[in-house]
């Protein structure tokens, strides 16, 4: 991975034997469901539903580490750690702001790279 990208793509590339198709649709997946977690990541944390935060963090992590951006998954498994044990919530703020960031970084750079 360059020091410079928010994603490796290693992974996808070895699971789908170099299928650039494959390799495609799951960035364009990523690019429709980012924005909708990031909604709803807020508006969960925001009516303190940290049960649903918990469930939705969960659902997302898998397509993020498809993607290898590890930053970004770090967090996310932070935050479902976080809610999961319902302890550090005070943390949770400063972390979904991270998270958002990473996105969006990450969704800057595929946009960049793949238009």
Same mark, same amino acid.
């Given at each position: 991975?360059? $020091? $410079?990208?928010?994603?490796?793509?290693?992974? +996808?590339?070895? /699971?789908?034997?170099?299928? !650039? !198709?494959?390799?495609?649709?799951? /960035?364009?997946?990523?690019?429709? /469901?980012? *924005?909708?977690? #990031?909604? %709803?990541?807020?508006?969960?944390? !925001?009516?303190?539903? #940290? $049960?649903?935060?918990? %469930?939705?963090?969960?659902?997302?992590? *898998?397509?993020?580490?498809?993607?290898?951006? %590890?930053?970004?998954?770090?967090?996310? +498994?932070? /935050?479902?750690?976080?809610?999961?044990?319902?302890?550090?919530?005070?943390?949770? *703020?400063? &972390?979904?702001?991270?998270?958002? !960031? %990473? #996105?969006?970084? &990450?969704?800057?750079?595929?946009?960049? $790279?793949?238009?």
């Amino acid at each position: 991975m360059a $020091d $410079d990208k928010s994603y490796d793509l290693t992974f +996808l590339n070895k /699971i789908s034997g170099g299928d !650039n !198709n494959f390799i495609l649709e799951m /960035i364009s997946t990523f690019k429709t /469901i980012a *924005p909708e977690y #990031i909604r %709803k990541a807020d508006e969960y944390y !925001n009516s303190g539903l #940290i $049960d649903a935060l918990s %469930k939705e963090t969960h659902r997302f992590i *898998p397509g993020v580490s498809f993607l290898g951006a %590890k930053s970004l998954e770090e967090d996310l +498994l932070q /935050i479902e750690d976080f809610t999961k044990r319902n302890v550090h919530l005070e943390q949770l *703020p400063e &972390l979904l702001g991270k998270v958002q !960031n %990473k #996105i969006n970084i &990450l969704l800057e750079d595929f946009t960049h $790279d793949f238009h």
